[in-house]
């Protein structure tokens, strides 16, 4: 494993374990020898694309998460835009997405000429908000993206909503790697699921990479094919996609991070609960904790103050995605949605990975009695 400066290893058990000596950065991404022979095996193979790493990573992670089918692409961003196109969504179609979450929830709506149409989000929770979506379904709405942010479960309602008026349910599981719903993981909620894998995640894949998902037989074939130009089997293109692929070496690292990923999610959840501040995890769920945010009243003076402690901080949607100057000439730009104005702002994001050890967490803690 390569090193920062503000770092010192040691192999315990046969994973290596970094442990902090001054700076005590949001995320630390995992690489081990395994890793290291995977990569190397993917590119000794000489098949670097389209080959075995690719379909064993996406097999694995379905019986992972319980979905039926999983396809490994290049980008969380990539995998919205291939569930926006398997569900046949665009031009003249609306589909509902939290005004606080990623930008790329809302662009992917955009990119293929469907409106996004933002709805607030939960006071405790900070997901989506059931009551606000209700209010913002129209003759147009055609699926309601469900955001579990930071990787807490949005709620059960969600699904309720869009049985109720026969809309697809897309779970953007970017920060979600373990949450569970319900018992259910993310990637087997919703009809379609949508994963990232950049290097701050839950696991990564030795640089950008994604992953979509589906519960819907119909659906598992077309997603195979969305993310190699739209082709079949015999190479002829049936529908509009693009190269979308992932990498035979980032998949190779991919499935060597995933047999990890139940140990790091059991190590994050120990940390949430030691952390002072740690916000409500809904009843019936288990939050992922991709990111652990304190509500803060004054988040610049906290972020100064983790700072000042050698301690990485930040505020990680400032601004809600409809006041974004994409979306300047949409008809939401202007309206308030008061839950995410008074919240994006004040989330202050805190170190909350499975590198930590006991000493950062009391460092981690310091800061937030103050």
Known sequence: MTASPEYTGHTQGGEQIRHIMSRIPLAVPFWDEECEKAAIRALSSGQWVKGPEAKKFGKEFAEWCGAITAVPCHSGSAALWAAMRVLEIGPGDEVI??????????????????????????????????????????????????????????????????????????????????????????????????????????????????????????????????????????????????????????????????????????????????????????????????????????????ISDLTNAGIDGRVYYPLPCNKHSVYSGHPQHRISLPNCDELASRLVAVPVHPALHQGDIERINSVLRL
């Open 97 to 302: 997405v939290p005004g606080m979450t990623f930008i790329a929830t809302a662009t992917s709506v955009s990119l293929v000429g469907a409106q996004p149409v933002f709805a607030d989000i939960e006071k405790d929770y900070w997901c989506i908000c059931p009551d606000d979506i209700i209010s913002k379904i129209t003759p147009k709405t055609k699926a309601i993206i469900g955001v579990h942010i930071f990787g807490q479960a949005f709620s059960s309602r969600l699904r309720e909503i869009c049985d109720q008026n026969g809309l697809w349910l897309i779970e953007d599981a970017a920060q979600a790697h373990g949450t569970t719903l319900a018992g259910v993981k993310a990637g087997a909620i919703g009809d379609v699921a949508c994963f990232s894998f950049f290097p701050s995640k839950n696991m990564a894949v030795g640089g950008e990479g994604g992953m979509i998902t589906t519960t819907v037989p119909d659906l598992a074939e077309r997603l195979h094919m969305i993310v190699n130009h739209g082709r079949t089997d015999t190479l002829e293109s049936v529908e509009l996609g693009t190269n979308l692929r992932m990498s035979e070496v980032s998949a190779a690292i991919g499935r060597v991070q995933l047999k990890h990923i139940e140990k790091w999610i059991d190590k994050r959840r120990e940390n949430a609960s030691m952390i002072n501040g740690t916000p409500m995890v809904r009843e019936n769920t288990e939050h992922a904790w991709h990111q652990l945010c304190i509500l803060s009243e004054n988040p610049g003076n906290l």
